[in-house]
C-alpha cells in the first residue's frame, strides 16, 4: 500500500532551526508537496520538489531524495506564528495526492 | 476576493438527515475535490472532478455524492448521515495540471448525532 510517515508533533524554540522530516512509500512519484495548517484553518501550500535536491524560499527550505523516498522541511529563524501542523503530501503515478498525517510544531519562547 | 467558499462553516446534524455542503471557486479552476480531515489522519479524498460535467470517487466515497454542473460550484451530498461522517470536510481546487498545488476552502466542521 502506499504510505506517508511524518513525526505527529515537534517542539522547537522560538529564533531556532527545525526540520521536519516525510518518508514515502508510493505507487510512482510525481512530485511531493509540503503544506502549513494553523488550527481551525485551511492548508495553505509552502513548496513542491519533483527532482532531488534543495528549494529555497525564505526562510523555509524543502530538500527531496527521491532514492531514498524521503523529503524534510526546514524552518528557519522560527517565529511564534510557525506553531502549526505541516502536512507532507506525495502526487502518486495517477496524479493523486497521498497525504501524511501532519507533524504538529509547538514553537515556545 | 478571489478564492473557495465553503457554507455552511459548522453544522449538527441527526443521524438519518441528508445534508448538502456547498462549495464555490472563483478562479476558473478546472479541477475540484473534497477531502475530510479527522484527528490523526491524513486528509481523505472523497470524490473529485477534473472538469466540468465530469465526475470521480476517491478514497473514500461510500454514503456521498457530488456533481459539477458548471465550473465553480461543486456540492457535496450526505443522503442519509451516520455519526461516523462527523469530521471537518475541506473543498479544494486547482487549475488541473499535474504539480499545481491545491486551494483550499476554510473547511465545513460537521457533527452527526
Same mark, same amino acid.
Given at each position: ?33 509540503? $503544506? ?11 513548496? $513542491? ?36 501542523? $505541516? ?23 | 476576493?478571489a478564492g473557495i467558499t465553503q457554507a455552511p462553516t459548522s453544522q449538527i446534524l441527526a443521524a438519518g438527515r ?30 473529485? #472532478? ?14 456521498? #455524492? ?17 455519526? #461516523? ?14 504539480? #499545481? ?13
Open positions: 500500500g502506499q504510505n506517508i510517515d511524518q513525526p505527529t508533533e515537534m517542539t522547537a524554540t522560538e529564533g531556532a532551526i527545525v526540520q521536519i522530516n516525510c518518508t514515502y512509500q508510493t505507487s510512482g512519484f510525481n512530485g511531493l508537496f509540503w $503544506y502549513q495548517q494553523h488550527a481551525g484553518e485551511a492548508p495553505t501550500f509552502l513548496s $513542491y520538489n519533483v527532482l532531488d535536491g534543495l528549494e529555497e524560499k525564505g526562510r523555509f527550505s524543502s530538500f527531496l531524495s527521491r532514492s531514498k523516498g524521503y523529503s524534510y522541511l526546514l524552518l528557519k529563524e522560527l517565529q511564534m506564528k510557525d506553531s502549526a501542523s $505541516y502536512l507532507c503530501a506525495v502526487m502518486d503515478s495517477n496524479y493523486q495526492l497521498i497525504w501524511g498525517a501532519g507533524t504538529k510544531l509547538i514553537i515556545k519562547p | 476576493i441528508r445534508m448538502t455542503l456547498r462549495c464555490t471557486q472563483d478562479m476558473r479552476h478546472n479541477a475540484m475535490y473534497w477531502y475530510r480531515q479527522d484527528l490523526g489522519l491524513g486528509l481523505r479524498l472523497i470524490h473529485y #472532478s477534473n472538469t466540468a460535467g465530469t465526475t470521480g470517487k476517491g478514497e473514500v466515497p461510500d454514503g456521498y #455524492s457530488v456533481s459539477r454542473a458548471n465550473t465553480d460550484d461543486f456540492p457535496l451530498t450526505l443522503a442519509s448521515a451516520v455519526p #461516523s461522517q462527523t469530521s471537518v470536510y475541506f473543498c479544494a481546487s486547482s487549475p488541473g495540471t499535474g504539480n #499545481s498545488p491545491l486551494h483550499f476552502g476554510n473547511g465545513t466542521r460537521l457533527t452527526v448525532t
